[in-house]
């Protein structure tokens, strides 16, 4: 499984950005794809996943504010991040793991193929 990440920059407080993710190998359509963040001298943290089923799960963090989409025909996830903050600056990743049960989606370390990450920087 392969995973490529992209759509960062930089952006005004207030803003908006969409990430993507593109995957390859596996079966996408039923693949848990999660979206995690780093910032500058912090532990990677959850952000939103999607489950076999489809349903999406979001941290607290980012709920209203940040949207999980999947296109299956494209074989791509997204994360639209609106309303975007200095705190949002992170590198954020996308990963994805063919075993993870569904009570560690929200843990980094359940994933096994990681895509590259992609820097969003948030000025204020």
């Known amino acids: 499984v392969q995973l490529q990440a992209s759509g960062g920059g930089l952006v005004q407080a207030g803003g908006s950005l969409r990430l993507s993710c593109a995957a390859s190998?596996?079966?996408?359509?039923?693949?848990?794809i999660g979206w995690f963040r780093q910032a500058p001298g912090k532990e990677r943290e959850f952000v939103a996943a999607?489950?076999?089923?489809?349903?999406?799960y979001y941290a607290d963090s980012v709920k209203g504010r940040f949207t999980f989409s999947k296109d299956n025909a494209k074989n791509t996830v997204y994360l639209q991040m609106n309303s975007l903050r200095p705190e949002d600056t992170a590198v954020y990743y996308c990963a994805t793991d063919p075993s993870i049960i569904l009570s560690s989606i929200g843990v980094s370390r359940s994933y096994k193929y990681w895509g590259q990450g992609t820097l969003v920087t948030v000025s204020s």
């Open positions: 999607v489950w076999r089923n489809g349903n999406i």
């Open positions: 190998g596996g079966t996408f359509t039923r693949q848990v």
